[in-house]
């Protein structure tokens, strides 16, 4: 079998580059014969037995929208002419037999967005000419003729899809994200609890939540500080990993809450086990997020989560079980489901790690080339 994959770029942080990364190396394994079209791929950990073919044309004027029609008109024509039995392409490219929604539905996203936008700030992403880029994209790649099948990473997305789109039930294909359960489990802490807090000065019996994730307002950073600023457990900690342009601005955020002292700023980390063995809970408080690989990270490690209506992942969550799902705005709810993964978080380890056992790497696999064979 002939796989084309299509996706822009790498970036080593990014959760969706970090799927694209293992579901290369697993179809490698599964036989086939993969070829990833991309505009910048350096960096990747491993190339894995797959070849790539660089579209990255040099006339485009400044500009992501302007970026990003150019990268869809190289790489519409790499998949016309590279002979494939399958193109899967995980950007908005008209043409693709496969979609895979990892990133959501841009429509559904600019809708959560204006809901902490001003009205100025709402007319602007109406104008943003790269908003309106990608929403024509997206609704021509969901209209073409050529479209076989969109790959759904949650339940959520599934839904956006047929709602805003009205692609038909029989093309939407549910494929989870997949987690490295040998490599993401409960023994991380063991293996890092005290090396790693005594780095940040957290003291080892203190509550100790943690956010992974770039993009900060889209995670729901700001929100999560003022929440945390809530909490009625003073001896709670606040781990922050991720990269944002406005990090200053977050940072000034917790000083004026009060509580710089208890949050502790990481950055963005290439490596993120030795984070989730040193917490007791994960906080994902996100905008949008389709289904984050972090979040399943964090329960796979035992880590129970909290997190948002708009978020993926929320499926996997019972709420008061092995974590809490609340509306990302809710200030005083997050606060409260806070102090309770505070109290109690340690109580739901056995069933977060549950959760994330009933989505294996190798299942994701399977369920692609299961998929790839029936097209």
Known sequence: MKIAIVRQRYNPYGGAERFVERALCGLVKEGAEVTLITRSWEGAESRGGYRQVLCDPRGWTSGRAARDRSFARCAQAAMAGGGYDITQSHERIPGCMIFRAGDGVHAAWLEHLRRVRGPL????????????????????????????????NSRMVRDEVARYYGVPEDKLEIIHNGIDLKAFHPGLAGAHRRALRERYGIAQDAPLVLFVGNGFERKGVPQLLRAFSRMRRGDARLLVVGGDR????????????????????????REVKPFYGAADAFALPTLYDPFPNAALEALACGLPLLTSHSCGAAELIADGGNGYVRDALDETGLAGALDSLAERGGAMRDAARASAETLPIEAMSERLMALYRTI
């Open 121 to 152: 700030a709402r007319l602007g992403l109406a104008l943003n000419p790269y908003h309106r880029y990608l929403l024509a994209a997206e609704r021509d790649m969901f209209a073409h003729p050529d479209l076989r099948a969109v790959i759904c």
């Open 246 to 269: 406005k990090l200053a601005a977050t940072q000034g955020l917790a000083r004026r809450l009060g509580i710089a002292e208890r949050v502790r700023f990481a950055g963005a980390q």
